[in-house]
């Protein structure tokens, strides 16, 4: 099978660990069957300088038409507003229809109380549909925001979720180190409150993962608050987190902080038959250009797309060659406390592969 990869470095380090990206799918074990073409696009902050446009039209299409999925690096926002730029990576999930973001938080296993959990956050809806207005009333401003809840966004976000579950359970009896024994999902809401909106995502959820193909899969429930304490005081509880999209945001930059870095956390925004790997940092601009910045949440990123691209035998690959690099300890980047280079980290994972 050929997969045709679009690479998207973007701004700042995503022109670093972009091509550590590139460079682990191309060595991939010949004897998995997996060749891959890569096409180099553009987006971002430079872009949007250059172009006029932070996310071209003929990067759209050629990720649409000709590419099985990508990896996006990441992208400069300025701090202050400026017209006719917003952000390429929230339109590009929009023009795909990429309705799940996908986040696992993962300690290595010899740590003193390992992590292992996904979080599932649903991408489309929820009170980013940015349907905002301000009016004047007698005691001053109001401002108000619309919060959408759909049956359809909830039910295949659910849906998503019990498949991970499913997947997860099996990598792991095929072998792969992991703190859990069952599958389990837990939907988040706060549906005391919210009885409407949130009611509609906690029911439609626990229907959807009523199917039967997910009867191996344990259902719980968390109210958004408490799972905020609990995700810092037992965060081994976890295995696949299902969220609408505010909670999951929140709660996913909340999750990446009990691994130490953000140079260690992947992402995935994934639609029907295509998926975008992207590390959850930023730009970094405060060590562009130094060689010192993590590849390991892009390596990690190239893996779960992967994943959802039905090749998880190569996923696998990754996932023990970054364990193991991270297990022995010895070639660290900095944010990690170590002292080796963006190159050095690479290599030691490209060797280990
Ligand atoms: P950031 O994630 O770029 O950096 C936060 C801190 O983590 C910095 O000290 C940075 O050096 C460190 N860091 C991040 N990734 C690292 C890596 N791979 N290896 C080693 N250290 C790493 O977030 P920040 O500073 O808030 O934002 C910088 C720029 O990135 C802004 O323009 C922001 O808008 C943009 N940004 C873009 C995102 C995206 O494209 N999805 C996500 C977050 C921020
Ligand atoms: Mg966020």
Redesign the pocket.
Known sequence: RTLRIGLIP?????KE?IPAGRRILEALPASLGLKFEFVDLKAG?ETFEQTGAALPDETVAILKNECDGAL????????KAVKGYS?P?VALRKKLDLYANVRPVKSVMTAANPIDMVIVRENTEDLYVKEEKTYDTPEGKVAEAIKRISQRASSRIATIAGEIALRRQKIRESGAPSIHKEPLVTITHKSNVLSQTDGLFRSTAREALANPRFKDVGVEEQIVDSMVYKLFRQPEAYDVIVAPNLYGDILSDGAAALVG???LVPSANVGEGFAIG??????????MGQG???????LRSAALMLEFLNEEAAAAKIYAAVDANLEEGKLL???LGGTAKTEEVVQDILRRL
Do not use: M, R, Y
């Open positions: 973007g701004d700042g380090i995503g660990v902050f996006f690096g990441a992208v400069s926002s300025p701090s952000s990576i870095s953000l140079g992207e590390p959850c940092h930023g730009s970094a601009p405060d060590i010192i910045s993590n590849p390991i949440a892009t980047s900095p944010d």
